[in-house]
C-alpha cells in the first residue's frame, strides 16, 4: 500500500528548466519534482508521490493530517512536519 504524507518544502530550485524542491517528510529529507505545482514555495506543505508534488495543504490540514497519522501509529517519528 501506498500513501501520501504531508511534507513541508524546505528549499526550491530550478534545475534545467523545472522547478525542483527539498521536502521534509517527517523528519526525512526528499527530492521532489514541482512540475505539477511550480508556484509552490518554501514553507508550504505538498503531498508527494513517487518524486512529484501533487497537491498544496494548508498548514492546518498538515499539521491535523501528521497528528493523525501519528496517533494511528502510520507514522512514529514526532519531528517531521513542524514549522
Known amino acids: 500500500m501506498c500513501f ?3 511534507s513541508r518544502i524546505t528549499e526550491v530550485w530550478d534545475e534545467g528548466g523545472t522547478r525542483m ?5 517527517v523528519g ?7 512540475a505539477y505545482l511550480p508556484d509552490l ?12 508534488a501533487l497537491n498544496r495543504l ?3 490540514t498538515a499539521l491535523a493530517t501528521l497528528a493523525m497519522m501519528r496517533e494511528f501509529a502510520v ?7 513542524q514549522p
Not at 75 to 81: K, P
Open 4 to 6: 501520501g504524507i504531508p
Open 21 to 25: 524542491a527539498h521536502v521534509d517528510a
Open 28 to 34: 526525512e529529507i526528499r527530492r521532489v519534482c514541482l
Open 41 to 52: 514555495a518554501v514553507g508550504d506543505y505538498t503531498v508527494v508521490h513517487a518524486g512529484f
Open 58 to 60: 494548508d498548514e492546518e
Open 75 to 81: 507514522i512514529t517519528d514526532g519531528a517531521g512536519g
